[in-house]
């Protein structure tokens, strides 16, 4: 049997990935939803061999503790993120399966946790495009950092934001529609993993003031 603990930031995500991978009987989901318990202490406690992780964008910081915190476990990211760079980081940070919705079969799910659990690694073909890429240096990132992959617009918004622009101030700057700006902010929250614009800029100052990884 594989251990399996389920992570996921939607809670009824994580409930139908519980109920599909209990289908199978090769595997054995532990730990139940989430409930705010220290990830440490709930790996400890359950010793799961494999620790799937829904999130979207996927936190490069999360990843490594959880390869840090894992006591060995193997982990699978599941998300909806196409951004190259946001993909490569989660493969860096410690993902050793990444696989993005709609890229494939429910029942294919269970095979993707078994084959992880065997030491192979399952990679959406489009998470295998980006890291081509990036070895081709087609992608313009260092995937050892864990930054938010945020788009050169999404990056100018995010500068006029921490500067203290509203929405209708960096529409006029920029010569676009509010709706396309708060378009814009929506996608930065959702990279940068923040619930509103104050959380927003002290994330973009953290992500600023990280370096390079260390050689």
């Known amino acids: 049997m594989v251990r399996v ?8 995500m994580e409930l139908g990935l519980h109920s599909l991978l209990n289908a199978d009987p090769e595997i054995e989901v532990v730990g139940g939803p989430s409930n705010g318990s220290p990830m440490a202490e709930v790996i400890r406690l359950h010793g799961p061999d494999v620790i799937l992780l829904g999130a979207s964008p996927p936190a490069a ?37 990444c696989i993005i919705h709609g890229h494939f079969k429910p029942r294919e799910l269970a ?3 078994l084959a992880t659990a065997r030491g ?15 070895l081709h ?13 945020l788009t050169p617009r999404e990056i100018e918004i995010m500068g006029l934001i921490s500067g203290g622009l509203n929405n209708r101030r960096i529409a006029d700057r920029l010569v676009i529609s509010e709706k396309t700006v708060k378009n ?6 959702k990279r940068l993993g923040a619930d509103g614009r104050d959380h927003a800029i ?8 990280e370096g390079p990884a260390e050689e």
């Open 5 to 12: 603990l389920v992570l996921d930031e939607n809670p009824v």
């Open 111 to 113: 095979e993707v946790v």
């Open 202 to 209: 002290e994330r973009w100052h953290e992500v600023k003031s």
């Open 120 to 134: 192979q690694s399952c990679l959406s073909a489009t998470v295998v495009a980006a890291l081509v890429m990036w």
């Open 184 to 189: 814009h902010v929506h996608s930065i929250y």
């Open 137 to 149: 240096g087609n992608v313009s990132v260092d995937p050892r950092r864990s930054g938010p992959g």
């Open 61 to 97: 910081d999360r990843i490594r503790a959880l390869a840090r915190d894992g006591r060995g476990a193997r982990i699978i990211v599941l998300t909806s993120v196409a951004d190259p760079a946001v993909l490569l980081r989660a493969v860096a940070a410690g993902a050793h399966s």
